[in-house]
């Protein structure tokens, strides 16, 4: 059929097994997708970034959750086809959805966009993710900005205040903009921020709905912008701000985006394994450095791909942040690149015996298991390609 949409439109509320035959698959499945998307009355929001999109997705979802019914995509199912596969799901008539919009080249946001037609737009921020794709960070941008096209006067956009390069792209969104930061003046910002590593984050969030205490069971100042991100989100429903706050305090981690286990003999292991990139690795080393009463600080890093021809400087940078954040052992995964990432800790002082260069997250699960003691706090980050998941089990094995 050339209009998979029809039929769909024919036969979606019945129970028939269809054979439906089509020039292209994916294209009729997105069309199909927005077919449902359209004839639902949900509301849908649309998050997008280069850090902390699942994070700001589940936490929104949970916000806007108090009073109304939500449903948010699986895991991150934000690409030309786990989108749509999500956006079938809004046949059951939720009030809201909110999912998130991935990509990795120039034009990808532009069809998510296209599919999804979101009420609620929600832009993060923008950082070197995929960057073996583009030439620069403003390119990076650019493709990220894609998010804004097709906006309408009755949309709304979150945006990241701290951003430059997010609010450079901003300024002529048609409909109305709450901002969110913690760093420059925004309609949602923490001020009176603590940063307490493991213990997480505490802060005073100013809104224009009031002002309360923000407790953040998270790590990281990268999660503090999620939280002030998600409460704007939840604003544009009009989800009463200490309801959220109630809701933050028992909020838990999307799985291995910084999960924290306490195993036997006073082992601790930071589980952020799903995936890596600097500004995300520098932030979370800055807040774990700070968590004291551990024998040992282990960082067990995988490499970071698809950074393209900055790759090895980059990687070089966030070994020295191991050092200056009070790491004193750190096990290297994966390629090439984590040579330099090595060489930047020794540059910092880490002494030669301290650092290890494994191949792959085989090897290095055995040199782990040898390597990590009593009361050791083991920080484990790498991008997905790597596998760094599978040391994380292991040492729950070893430490159970």
């Known amino acids: 059929v050339s209009d998979p949409s029809a039929v769909c439109s024919k036969y979606m509320d019945k129970r028939y097994v269809t054979v439906v035959i089509v020039e292209d698959t994916t294209r009729s499945l997105q069309t199909i997708a927005r ?17 902390g999109k699942t994070t700001t997705k589940e936490l929104s979802a949970a916000f ?9 995509n699986t895991g991150n199912l934000n690409n030309h086809i786990g989108l749509p596969l999500s956006l079938l799901k ?12 991935g990509m990795n080249h120039a034009g990808e946001i532009r069809t998510l ?23 620069s960070i403003e390119d990076i941008a650019d493709a990220k900005a894609e ?66 205490l923000l407790q953040i069971p998270l790590i990281g100042m990268g999660n503090a912008a999620n939280v002030l991100a998600s409460i704007a989100v939840a604003l544009q429903f009009q989800i009463p701000l200490q309801a959220m706050l109630d809701v933050l305090t028992k909020f838990i981690p999307p799985d291995r ?9 006073g082992v601790t ?8 990139n600097p500004t995300a690795l520098q932030k979370a080393l800055e807040s774990i450095g700070r968590t004291g009463g551990y024998r040992r600080r282990v960082a067990i ?73 009593k009361e050791d706090l083991v920080f484990v980050k790498g991008s997905r390609g790597v596998g760094t998941d599978l040391i994380v089990e292991r040492l729950k094995a070893d430490w159970s």
């Open 113 to 135: 966009v296209d599919i999804a037609e979101p009420n609620v737009r929600v832009w993060t921020n923008v950082a070197e993710v995929h960057a073996e794709n583009f030439s």
């Open 147 to 212: 998010l804004l096209e097709g906006s309408r006067s009755n949309d709304r956009l979150v945006a990241n205040a701290d951003d430059s390069l997010v609010m450079d792209r901003v300024r002529h969104f048609p409909g109305s903009m709450m901002t969110f930061g913690l760093e420059k003046t925004a309609d949602v910002r923490a001020i009176a921020v603590n940063d307490s590593g493991l213990d997480g984050i505490s802060a005073t969030v100013k809104t224009p709905e009031g002002s309360g």
């Open 269 to 276: 292991v930071v589980d952020d394994s799903y995936n890596s």
């Open 64 to 72: 806007v959750g108090i009073q109304k019914r939500v449903y948010r």
């Open 301 to 373: 890093l995988g490499e970071m791909l698809e950074l393209g021809v900055r790759s090895k400087a980059l990687h070089y940078l966030c070994g020295k942040k191991v050092v200056e954040t009070g790491f004193e052992c750190i096990v290297a995964v994966g390629g090439e690149n984590v040579s330099a990432l090595v060489a930047g800790s020794r540059d910092a002082g880490l002494d030669s015996g301290s650092a290890v260069i494994c191949s792959n997250s085989q090897e290095a699960v055995k040199i782990v298991s040898e390597l990590v003691q």
């Open 35 to 51: 077919h449902v998307r359209r004839r639902s009355c949900t509301k849908v929001v649309a998050v997008t970034g280069s850090i």
């Open 90 to 101: 809004l046949r059951h008539q939720p009030e809201v959805a909110v999912v998130e919009l």
């Open 257 to 265: 985006r910084g999960f924290v286990t306490h195993l036997s003999d």
